[in-house]
């Protein structure tokens, strides 16, 4: 028995609507986060506190704001990169135009 090329579409787009459904319904559902995200802000600005720690494994990926020149050759200037965030990240924007006029 085959299956009609027409059953598989229905299929696929009856499977994307439910998806869509469930987003929609996620939506409404964390539409009311806006109150604790206001009232992390706040923390923050209370706190002075850097950016977000996206990796935790290299400091230059930690905070990328405080990065420095030399920290992703800390091992030596031909070194490979070894924390696999360094290749997901790039370098922040004043150590890429540092030199430059």
């Given at each position: ?24 319904v996620h ?24 950016d977000l ?10 905070h990328p ?37």
């Open positions: 028995m085959t299956v009609r090329k027409s059953t598989v579409f229905i299929a696929f787009v009856a499977a994307e609507l439910l998806v869509l459904i469930a987003i929609v939506a409404f559902i964390v539409g009311g986060r806006e109150s604790r995200l206001a009232e992390q802000r706040a923390m923050v600005k209370r706190l002075s506190l850097t720690a996206l990796f935790t494994d290299a400091r230059y990926t930690r704001s405080m990065a420095d020149l030399h920290s992703p050759f800390q091992d030596y200037p031909l070194s490979f990169e070894h924390f696999p965030s360094g290749s997901l990240m790039a370098p922040p924007p004043h150590v890429r135009t540092y030199g430059r006029h």
